[in-house]
């Protein structure tokens, strides 16, 4: 440093700076479509911009303070730098480890502010530059404070459990009141709580410490009961005919419920009657698109979860609407709008110094550089200015307000929150479901220039076999096949044996009794992807009666659900039942055993694998399929291959059976204890698995045990 010339020092410190806001603008441009999003280019530059903002505006600083001439500038650019890292709303955390190591961030901001106040202190000498800055100081610590309170309420050791328990002590009251009769059809009698509890009376009684909330009187809270009885014209049936702006309000109050699995609370209302009936007879009341209401209400739910999780927005609304905030942004907008006219104007003053860069045109590089980043500031603040007015969360907000005060309930303010909540600036969901064929993917193996010895402690190795076929939009048909098993089967939960026997094939749910739930979603994958195989070849040859068959909504459920499922073993063991490692070790002997078997078939697999189970026809292939599941030593590509021959030698509907199949199995894999596996996956675009679990714990089906017929 001490070899530099100040000229160096100085461009490289605009250098920083320069690159700094660029990050800081893709973060607060493109961070709203991580959640989204399943684009690994997109993750991996938000990640990298991300984990660089904070250590790039440090070491900016230390070259500002380190450096052997004066720029009155230096804390202005340090003063925005720090505004503009607290300032992304749509970003607080990247995982779940920043929001538990949120001390961490508290230090690297105090570090942050010492040296800005250095820098304001040794770079600034008059008095009227030096009052705005401390008051841009204190605009700063609000912005940046705003960020780990966000962190501090995401905290599942600290901030989550303590905010929850209200919910799930109120929730625990609830379940042991004495009521009329629930009607789910108009939420009748469901008390679940969307806002207003803050200013509500909360007492705490022993022996057990309830918190209790006072709801009579002045203290009154806003529950989903209360939602659906407003009387108000914009709640109607008139005003909101298809019930939208209603199951707004449902899908917060379903994520406050949610969060208890979170904070590790019990659901004690998941034995009552109400709670099943609430999604056969709410959700799934109505007849014909039922199923996309239903997944509507689940996707809003976990877009609140993933807000809580990695965005400012809990922080944000945690008091009602963010006046603040709003307050704020005008002053922001006027400040840029009285600097910016300065700017041209300025002649750079450093006590005699002539240290300065120039552009070719002869213009001031400071000042340009100060130009840039009170731009940025400008459109980051405007965008996310709009971006949280039509959130999610603005709109919960207008529509309890609207609900607690009949004064809103005019022309005018029924108007502005029906604007305001008809506008969905971002999908909470991509609609995704990802893909893996085993007998497409078994040969893949890992590039040796990328994953080596050398790039081991960087990068973590994919298995043999793993390679992932492209996202599918998740299929109208998908959703609607899993409603309907749910309705069938209730609270009943099996791995596709009640469906084999309405299908009248009972012999082979001897293959849904492996030793663990992995053997029977790799043996039932296989199956399936060889009689679509079949399928396709006979395209081939048969043509259009084949390809309508093709084309049926049981093929096309039976086919993405596979894969999906397979995806699962593959990419994200630890949402399935079994053990995570239990999982990857058996999919790593299934890819060993396709590898042995199919080598060198690549073209011809389809009959490779009927070789495997020594065609013998229908009746040696059922004198197989008693024996298996029975502690059988045949591989599970055999036993895949003997059950695709079974459908396609016998006279069975094998795409109605497969497509019930693995519409049951969804569900039954579908309860999980792993909260945070399916909080880290919301990050990472989210899984269909997840809207499941969140929906089946709306049912009161938290585990897969639960057998009770309904």
């Known amino acids: 440093m001490a070899s530099e010339t100040p000229r160096e020092t100085l461009l490289y410190v605009e250098s920083y700076v320069l690159l700094t806001t660029l990050l800081i603008a893709f973060l607060t441009v493109f961070g709203s479509w991580r959640r989204r999003s399943h684009s690994l280019k997109l993750k991996y530059s938000i990640w990298a911009s991300y984990l660089l903002c904070t250590y790039l505006i440090n070491y900016a600083m230390g070259l500002m303070k380190s450096a052997t001439f004066r720029n009155e500038l230096f804390s202005v650019w340090g003063t925005f730098l720090i505004i503009f890292h607290g300032s992304a709303d749509c970003m607080s955390a990247y995982s779940l480890e920043d929001s538990e190591n949120r001390k961490r961030y508290n230090v690297e901001l105090f570090v942050m502010y010492f040296w800005l106040g250095w820098l304001i202190g040794m770079h600034t000498h008059k008095l009227k530059f030096m009052i705005p800055l401390y008051l841009l100081y204190a605009l700063s610590l609000s912005r940046?404070?705003?960020?780990?309170?966000?962190?501090?309420?995401?905290?599942?050791?600290?901030?989550?459990?303590?905010?929850?328990?209200?919910?799930?002590?109120?929730?625990?009251?609830?379940r042991n009141k004495e009521r009329d009769e629930a009607d789910a059809t108009c939420m009748k009698g469901y008390k679940y709580l969307v806002k207003g509890e803050e200013k509500a009376r909360v007492k705490v009684q022993p022996p057990r410490y309830h918190m209790q909330l006072e709801t009579t009187g002045d203290h009154k809270v806003i529950t989903i009961d209360m939602i659906w009885q407003c009387e108000g014209k914009l709640l109607s049936s008139t005003g909101d005919p298809?019930?939208?702006?209603?199951?707004?309000?449902?899908?917060?109050?379903?994520?406050?419920l949610l969060c208890r699995r979170f904070a590790k609370y019990s659901f004690p209302e998941s034995s009552q009657p109400k709670t099943w009936n609430f999604v056969r007879y709410g959700l799934l009341s109505k007849e014909g698109d039922d199923h996309e209401r239903a997944f509507r209400?689940?996707?809003?739910?976990?877009?609140?979860?993933?807000?809580?999780?990695?965005?400012?927005?809990?922080?944000?609304?945690a008091k009602g609407l963010p006046l603040v905030r709003n307050f704020e942004f005008i002053i922001v907008i006027i400040g840029c709008w009285v600097a910016i006219?300065?700017?041209?104007?300025?002649q750079e003053r450093n006590g005699g110094s002539?240290?300065?860069?120039?552009?070719?045109?002869?213009?001031?590089?400071?000042?340009?550089?100060?130009?840039?980043?009170?731009?940025?500031?400008?459109?980051?603040?405007?965008?996310?200015?709009?971006?949280?007015?039509?959130?999610?969360?603005?709109?919960?907000?207008?529509?309890?307000?609207?609900?607690e005060k009949p004064w809103l309930r005019n022309k005018c303010m029924e108007m502005i929150i029906r604007v305001i909540c008809h506008r969905q600036l971002l999908k909470p969901w991509d609609g995704k479901l990802g893909q893996y064929s085993l007998l497409e993917s078994f040969s893949h193996n890992p590039s040796v220039l990328l994953y080596n010895r050398l790039t081991s402690p960087y990068i973590d190795k994919p298995r043999k076999g793993r390679k992932l076929s492209a996202h599918v939009s998740l299929p109208m048909e998908v959703k609607r096949a899993i409603i309907h098993s749910l309705k069938t089967n209730g609270k009943r939960l099996r791995n596709g044996v009640d469906s084999l026997q309405r299908n009248g094939v009972e012999r082979l749910s001897r293959a849904c009794k492996l030793p663990t739930q992995t053997h029977v979603i790799m043996v039932w994958h296989i199956a399936t992807s060889l009689c679509e195989l079949n399928l396709s070849s006979q395209v081939i040859d048969t043509g259009k009666h084949v390809n309508q068959q093709s084309e049926s909504e049981d093929f096309?459920?039976?086919?993405?659900?596979?894969?999906?499922c397979?995806?699962?073993?593959?990419?994200?063991?630890?949402?399935?039942?079994?053990?995570?490692?239990?999982?990857?070790?058996?999919?790593?002997?299934v890819v060993v055993e396709a590898r042995e078997r199919l080598k060198g078939c690549e073209k011809s697999i389809c009959q490779k694998m009927f070789n495997l189970c020594k065609d013998d026809r229908k009746k040696r292939i059922s004198e197989k399929m008693s024996t298996l599941g029975q502690g059988s030593e045949t591989k599970k590509a055999e036993r895949g291959a003997e059950l695709a021959k079974y459908l396609l030698d016998e006279n069975v509907d094998r795409w109605k059976i497969l497509a019930e199949f693995w519409a049951?199995?969804?569900?039954?894999?579908?309860?999980?204890?792993?909260?945070?596996?399916?909080?880290?996956?919301?990050?990472?675009?989210?899984?269909?698995?997840?809207?499941?679990?969140?929906l089946l714990s709306h049912a009161g089906i938290l585990k897969r045990d639960c057998t009770q017929d309904v």
């Not at 303590?162 to 625990?172: G, Q």
């Not at 240290?355 to 070719?360: D, G, I, R």
């Not at 397979?566 to 002997?589: G, M, Q, S």
């Open 556 to 564: 096309i459920v039976a086919t993405k659900l596979s894969k999906y």
């Open 144 to 174: 940046t404070g705003g960020r780990a309170e966000a962190l501090e309420l995401a905290c599942k050791s600290y901030g989550l459990v303590r905010n929850t328990k209200l919910v799930a002590d109120y929730m625990e009251d609830e």
């Open 354 to 403: 002539d240290v300065h860069l120039m552009t070719t045109g002869g213009h001031n590089l400071d000042a340009l550089l100060t130009g840039v980043v009170l731009v940025a500031i400008l459109f980051m603040e405007i965008v996310q200015f709009f971006v949280v007015s039509f959130s999610d969360w603005a709109k919960v907000q207008w529509l309890c307000h609207y609900v």
């Open 566 to 589: 397979a995806y699962l073993v593959a990419f994200a063991p630890r949402l399935l039942p079994d053990h995570p490692y239990v999982t990857e070790f058996i999919f790593d002997h």
């Open 664 to 694: 049951e199995m969804m569900l039954f894999v579908a309860p999980s204890d792993d909260e945070t596996a399916h909080a880290e996956h919301l990050a990472m675009g989210g899984e269909f698995v997840t809207h499941l679990w969140a």
């Open 297 to 317: 209400v689940i996707e809003l739910e976990l877009g609140f979860l993933y807000d809580l999780f990695y965005t400012k927005y809990p922080a944000l609304f």
């Open 242 to 256: 298809d019930g939208r702006l209603k199951y707004i309000c449902l899908s917060y109050a379903l994520y406050r």
């Open 341 to 346: 006219p300065t700017l041209k104007n300025y």
